[in-house]
């Protein structure tokens, strides 16, 4: 049996949902807020170039580094903090189990 991790991800009404997904489903964190439509669009299909997948991460998970595309998208946006960043580019594994992220304000 696949292992299954947990995300505790808060939307734009601060509902907080829950779910527990295999870690090696090949998504990445915009894949599973268009799923369980959330009110993420993804409009440029996980590329790094439209920004509407922005979340906040809000539990101590360490990340890989944003690439250069990913802060040149960041730095164009509105509602962006220290702890934004694209859920495109966030792949689903396990080292993300129980991670917590806020999805961020429309553009």
Known sequence: MDKLITLHITDRN????EFEIPADCGFNLMEICKS???GV???C???ALCGSCQVYIQSDHVLHLPSDEELDMLDTLFHVNDTSRLAC???VNESIDGIKFK???DQ
């Open 45 to 47: 299909g996980g590329l």
């Open 36 to 38: 369980a439509e959330l």
């Open 14 to 17: 601060d509902v907080i949902h």
């Open 89 to 91: 580019q966030i792949k």
């Open 41 to 43: 669009m993804g409009t």
């Open 103 to 105: 999805i961020a304000p």
